[in-house]
Structures are given as C-alpha cells and as structure tokens.
C-alpha cells in the first residue's frame, strides 16, 4: 500500500445525528482538497454510527478513498458474550479496527493477551488491526506469527495525545527512531503515528518514515481534519 493513511478516531464523541452533520460537512469542503500525494481516510466512530456512515458512503464523492474502521472489537467471536462486538459482526462494515489504544489498556486494563485475540479474530475475519503500543513490550510476540502485510502498528505515546484542545506530539526524531527501532526488532509492518496530530506537524511527523496517522482531536471537526489530509 504506498496511500498516506489518514485515520480518524472520533473516540467516545458524537452521536448519529453529530456523524451526519459530520459527513455532510466534511463531503462539502473536501470537494476542493486535492493532497499532494495518494491518502486514504479511515474514519473510526463509535460503534453505533457505523452502519449509517457505511450506508452513506457508498453515494460520498470526494477526491479521496473514505474507509471505515472500529474502534474496539471483542476478544471472543460471537455468542453469549453481553455487550461485545465480535470481528465477525464487524464483516461488511469496516476494514480496519483499532486494538491495544492506551486509553483501553488504562481504563479498560486490557491485557496483552485479549489483544492477541482480537488482532487474531479481525485477521481471521479480513479486518485489518491497527495495533497501537507504546513500546515494544506492548506488542504481543504472537502477532510474528500472523501474516505482517494485514496488520498495521501504530507508535501511540500516551503522553503525546492532545488534552482538551492541547497539542503535544511527540518530536519528529523520537518517532524515526521508534519506528526504525521496531522495524529491526519485529520487522516490515505498515508503521503509523498517532498523538497530537494536527494541520500543522502532520507533514514533519510524516517526514519520519511513518506511512500515515491516527488522529483523535483534529479529526472531530471536518475542517480541521480535512487541514491534515491538504498537508500531507
Ligand atoms: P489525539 O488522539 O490526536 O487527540 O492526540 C490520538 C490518539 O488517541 O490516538
């Protein structure tokens, strides 16, 4: 894949009449932005948005490939599991699902296992995992043994993601080395960014070597996240 990633991660925000109003905006102002250089959009909202935006997207016409992704998926397949949303659910709506973000493992004490199973499952299922970690220790060794082209590895420093509105990435040169690290220790995957992304360090954090990014802040308004994807 040589297209820029450009992820959205709309987190615990919006409601299916905020993800309307979303798409409409953002199918209107990105008529006029033609990136420098191949991107594809993966928007990640919550759960209950995703079939509205699938049925909508089939009828968007905007310069660039628009994708969807989850945001979480069950470590289990499908069957009595109260509240879970297994991989094979998630067939049909989405390619990609995020998996291991910092926010699960603090708030949800996500183990390196249940991530395991759910990078598995989506793999299983056609789904490619965006595994976030922080460091090598939070990349499970299992997933050497899933083929490395379906799954993506995301560089998510905790302390870099924005809070209330305030941006501070992590420098440019700590993510080429973090990524050039991880290439030697656990090989060719399709490395991302996240943390702090916005209009203005997107071309410098891509810069390092990374092949796109997940943004959580800046993706929540149309014009700023279509700011990202002009700048690229
Ligand atoms: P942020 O979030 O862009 O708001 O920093 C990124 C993330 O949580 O992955």
Redesign the pocket.
């Known amino acids: 894949m040589s297209e820029i990633l450009v992820v959205a991660?709309w987190?615990s925000n919006k409601s299916a009449e905020d993800a309307k109003n979303w798409l409409t905006e953002f199918s209107q102002l990105a008529k006029s932005v033609n990136p420098s250089r191949p991107v594809k959009v993966v928007i990640c909202p919550p759960f209950i948005d995703l079939p509205y935006l699938s049925w909508a997207l089939t009828t968007l016409k905007v310069p660039f490939p628009v994708e969807l992704g989850a945001q979480n998926v069950s470590p289990y397949g499908e069957g009595s599991f109260t509240g879970e949303v297994s991989a094979a659910q998630l067939t049909g709506l989405v390619n990609y699902c995020l998996v291991g973000?910092?926010?699960r493992r603090i708030n949800f004490h996500e183990t390196n296992q249940e991530i395991y199973s759910k990078i598995n499952n989506l793999v299983t299922n056609k789904i490619s995992p965006i595994l976030?970690a922080q460091n090598l220790e939070e990349i499970p060794q299992e997933v050497g043994k899933l083929p490395a082209q379906e799954i993506l590895v995301?560089f998510?420093p905790a302390k870099?993601?924005?809070s209330e509105g305030v941006?501070k990435?992590e420098s440019p040169q700590t993510v080429k080395e973090t990524v050039s690290l991880w290439q030697e220790k656990i090989g060719e995957y399709r490395y991302l960014y996240?943390?702090?992304?916005?209009e203005n360090n997107c071309r410098e954090l891509l810069d390092s070597g990374i092949k796109g990014f997940?943004?959580?802040?800046?993706?929540l308004s149309p014009s700023s996240f279509l700011g990202i994807i002009k700048n690229v």
Do not use: L, P, Q, R
């Not at 996240?194 to 916005?198: A, I, L, W």
């Not at 997940?214 to 993706?219: C, D, E, K, T, Y």
């Open positions: 991660n987190k973000h910092s926010e976030c995301m998510e870099a993601i924005s941006y990435a996240g943390g702090s992304v916005n997940v943004v959580g802040h800046a993706s």
